[in-house]
């Protein structure tokens, strides 16, 4: 009775399992299906799945009516420009905060917890005034501070998980042996570290990769948008959307966020498995 209900109980969670990942990939499903359909089945009375004739002149427009391409060069260079910085800062501080216990390490804990819980709305208007102060408004490096700053908590919260993880014994033979904490932290627990690292980068890349709100407010001519704001121009004055050169865009905008999650998933999972094995 016992196996039976293993069995059961294990066939339950499958079928939850499926029916959650359904739900995640309809809408790209559907994505990708309207980006291949001509105007007149995006009309259609009675859609289908697979477009009957399916075309590319939905990928053709969207490049001759938006500036797609300067669109995704501004938001490459934002994302990865915010990742480094915030990867580099976030690595001494996340070691400091994991192996130094203490009221700094409490506080620090607490900045990220609160830091997480204010929505932009709250922030955007000071946040507006420091950057007019700084001249860095409509400029790109102004659109990196805010990211850096924004994924900053997170990050270091992150990779105070990865640092706890260390053997604090690898260190202590590394002291003993005459490194100081400098050379500690580059040459013995960075190395460790390179999984999370390269989760930690992956999610500062992806949340400024589609960040919209703060580079709608901060990015205002044209040349210097950010690509989630130029696929809002493919919206009319009064809402009707030119859908089918949308979804065109829309679906190449979520391409690089999915190739490079897939490309490096399977290293983050090798590392850890590899970190296991020394270990």
Not at 68 to 82: M, W
Not at 131 to 152: P, T
Not at 233 to 247: R, T, V
Request: charged letters at 10%.
């Amino acid at each position: 009775m016992s196996l039976r209900t293993s069995r059961t109980a294990r066939a339950g969670q499958y079928a939850a399992l499926l029916c959650y990942l359904v739900f995640l990939a309809f809408p790209f499903l559907w994505l990708i299906s309207t980006a291949f359909k001509p105007a007149r089945e995006l009309g259609s009375l009675h859609p289908t799945w697979i477009p009957d004739d399916p075309t590319l002149d939905n990928f053709r427009q969207a490049f001759d009516e938006q500036p797609l391409i300067g669109a995704a060069a501004n938001s490459l260079t934002t994302a990865l420009c915010a990742a480094v910085i915030a990867v580099v800062i976030a690595t001494p501080m996340a070691y400091v905060m994991a192996r130094h216990r203490g009221r700094l390490s409490s506080a620090a804990t607490g900045w990220v917890v609160v830091s997480q819980a204010f929505p932009f709305v709250l922030v955007i208007i000071p946040l507006f005034l420091v950057l007019k102060n700084l001249h860095l408004i409509n400029s790109l490096g102004g659109l990196i501070m805010v990211y850096v700053v924004w994924s900053l908590p997170f990050a270091l919260w992150m990779l105070a998980g990865y640092v706890r993880a260390v053997p604090p014994e690898l260190e202590e033979a590394a002291a003993v042996d005459g490194a100081g904490k400098v050379r500690i932290l580059v040459s013995v627990t960075a190395p460790l570290l390179a999984p999370g690292i390269v989760a930690t980068a992956l999610f500062a890349f992806i949340t400024a990769w589609n960040e919209f709100f703060f580079a709608l407010v901060l990015l205002k001519t044209p040349e210097k948008q950010t690509l989630p704001v130029v696929l809002t121009h493919f919206l009319g004055a009064e809402g009707a959307a030119d859908l089918g050169p949308l979804a065109a865009a829309a679906f190449l905008a979520t391409l690089p966020s999915l190739v490079l999650f897939a490309v490096i998933q399977k290293r983050i999972t090798g590392g850890l498995t590899a970190g296991a094995v020394k270990h």
